[in-house]
């Protein structure tokens, strides 16, 4: 096998699934597993025999063809054809094999054209749109108690995270915020710009 490029191999795959103690799958060791033992090989063209070690025995998988080979065991068979070397091909042959998706459809049912939508001077906004109530409740509008320490802010809802606030202009200065959870704590940065 050292001969064939590698271009000319095809990976197989094959596994074990019945409940056993450790197994390994000839010619490659297997690390030990409680459920599925997996082995993927590059196969030149060709017929390959395979069987598994298992609980101490060989044994082949019945589910898989097989073929008795000239010594008269039993041993799992599979063919690798040079149709196998083309991935294209062999991925459309595996979806085939997989579903049948010819109900599907590639794009919603409709008319389709080229032609560019044009807003009609109706249709456009007058005003920007109105603001989520909730995303009044900001920290920068609410007024804090006497009784509180002025560095220590309430917890933020979770919809202000992440949003640049603005104040009104007062007195000539602007106040932008801007609220950031780390983990569970909250930083809220304000930034005072003169106008």
């Not at 096998?1 to 000319?8: E, H, I, K, Q």
């Not at 070397?85 to 010819?102: G, N, P």
């Not at 032609?115 to 603001?131: C, G, N, S, T």
């Amino acid at each position: 096998m050292a001969g064939v490029a590698t271009r000319n191999r095809r990976r197989a795959r094959s596994w074990w699934t019945a409940p056993t103690i450790p197994i390994s799958l000839t010619p490659t060791l297997q690390s030990q597993s409680h459920n599925d033992f997996v082995a993927i090989l590059d196969l030149p063209e060709g017929e390959h025999q395979y069987k598994f070690f298992v609980d101490g025995q060989w044994m082949h998988d019945p589910s898989e063809p097989v073929v008795t080979s000239q010594l008269g065991t039993i041993n799992n068979l599979i063919h690798v054809k040079k149709s196998d070397f083309e991935v294209f091909d062999a991925l459309q042959v595996d979806s085939l094999e997989c579903s049948d998706t010819s109900d599907l459809s590639s794009s919603p049912p409709g008319p389709y054209g080229q032609e560019v939508y044009v807003f009609r001077p109706e249709e456009r906004f007058k005003a920007p749109p109105i603001l989520p109530p909730h995303l009044l409740q900001v920290i920068l509008n609410k007024d804090t108690n006497i009784s509180c320490d002025p560095a220590l802010l309430p917890e933020p809802n979770h919809v202000m995270l992440n949003h640049l606030y603005a104040l009104s202009i007062k007195d000539g200065v602007m106040v932008l915020s801007a609220t950031h959870r780390y983990k569970k704590k909250y930083v809220t940065s304000l930034l005072y710009k003169p106008i």
